[in-house]
């Protein structure tokens, strides 16, 4: 993992922050996500819309959970509340779709800022359990609160404008949002406050011995963190338009946190990796067997058991063996 | 609050104690939170209202309950949680999609109707209690929760397996130094605390009834009892029950809405103050 911080640095010819081959490998990537459609049924479209907005909340609990060793369970509750802004704020008050989006955004920060300003004094096993807890709370109000919620049914509202109604354009404007905060995550955590976070997570007592605030970077980390959940929240609502407690639930958390642990923790784009895997295997299970949690279960305990360093993670272990 | 939302409170906070206690045992010594403890409870729950329908006995209910749930524990802890021995997050995680795997199982045998389990004869109505006519049976739980605090009570101070949990929770290596199998030791707490969800699933079964997503709901309140009263401590626990049982009942009264909050609300900030909980020691 300490690769990520002393590769750039030797490169010189850059741009916006990468090497020629990671620009030339973005652009590769990119361009094959874009020429998909083409190929692709409008189903397949749909798939891989969900897997570039899941990606985007797997990358952004891989920026606590990776940098900052901090496993975050409560990321679904606030990429939830981000879906069921945005919702709310077409359906019920009519505001125009990019207003709902820039709310939904905004509200989702706000409860991470909330969630970051009770979680940072912990860490390890509490961290996690505090952010759970934290989840719950959410996802109780969700549910109870029936007047705006709409409780147990949820909300339904057509949240895409016009011109993202069919499948390919959605596809596109997924990919183009995907693009940019992936690239934005990537110069975060990479930057020199990103590196204080990678600090923190090796030594917490020796970055506070060298003079740097842990809980404030911490906090500062979380909240950004819950921003690009908020994104990935944004575009779900806008694919899914409808939002109902189990989108805040644990499950939602919990299958983020995975994707990102199938990813590869610390790898960053791994997150899209593990939501690909995790939403093809859930595609292919689910046309043979209604047994999707039980699949789900497996496949947790044999990543942890076996794997524990995600498919990237993995790939990357074999090509350095290689190498030697 | 009256009398009678006093006592569902209190016999609330019994069930969470015997849920919870289990809980806090296998947290306290081996350093495992597992999530899969709702499960257990669920699992315990139906295994007991089978038990006890085909048999007619509650008590064979019981007794099958924490038999089956302490195997399920043991294949847990020595099947898959073996393999992870030291990693706290892979520990919690693994237990997570135990947990996914024991509900779906349930939702396959039991299939997704509520079960009630049977109440003996004997438990059925009610009696009066400071001035309230009170349903029996609850008062049952209660009285079990306070019978069960005093067991561990006295299993913890009284015993050489209480000393050497108290004294593994303290310091795990150091027992293990002095010539002790702290596996050993580990493994039967691990299936104590199985049993003791399993036992917590055939109570609450009988007055919450069993349905598919009751796993979560004691799984988040005995998560809240354990954060509250602090890692490993008996009396913790026993503070932590009262308090999410009553905060319970109060909420569910005065603001039903934002019952959720009216307990978890206070255990967050409660966490970002003290950490460990109102009675944890620092590991």
Redesign the interface.
Known sequence: MTTIATQPALQSRTFAGMTGRAVAVAAIVIAVAAALPLVLSNYQVGLATEILIFGVLAMSIDILAGFAGRTSLGHGAIFGVSTYVVVYATAQAGLSPATSFALGIAAATLVAVVFGLLAVRTSGVYFLLLTLALGMIVWGICLRWTQVTGGENGMRGDVRPEWLVSHRAFYWAVLAAASLVSYAMWRFVRSPFGLTLLGIRDSESRMRSLGYNVSVHLFVGFAVSGFFAGVAGALYAMFNNFVSPSTVALAQSVEGVLMMIAGGVGTLFGGFVGAAAIIALENVVSSYTERWQMVLGITFILIMIFTPEGIIGTLRAMLKRKER | MNTFQLFNGLTFAALLFVVASGFTLIFGLL?I?NLAHGALYLFGGYIGYTVATRTGSFVLGGIGAMLAIAAIGFVLDQG?LR??RG????Q???S??????????A??IWGGDSFTVPIPQVLRGGMRVFGVFYPTYRLFVLVTGIVVFAGLWGLLNHTRLGALIRAGVDDAEMVEASGVNIRRVFLVTFLLGSALAGLGGLMGGAFLSLYPSAD?EIL?FS??VV?IGGRGSLVGVGVGSLLVGLLNTLGQVMF??????VI??P???L???R??GLFGKAA
């Open positions: 350093r939170v898959l393999f992870v990693n706290e997050l892979r919690v995680l693994l997570l999609g135990f947990a996914f795997v024991l509900n779906d199982l939702l396959v979560a988040v998560l809240a954060i039903p809405e934002l019952a959720y909050f978890f609300g255990m967050a900030v966490l970002a103050f950490p460990l």
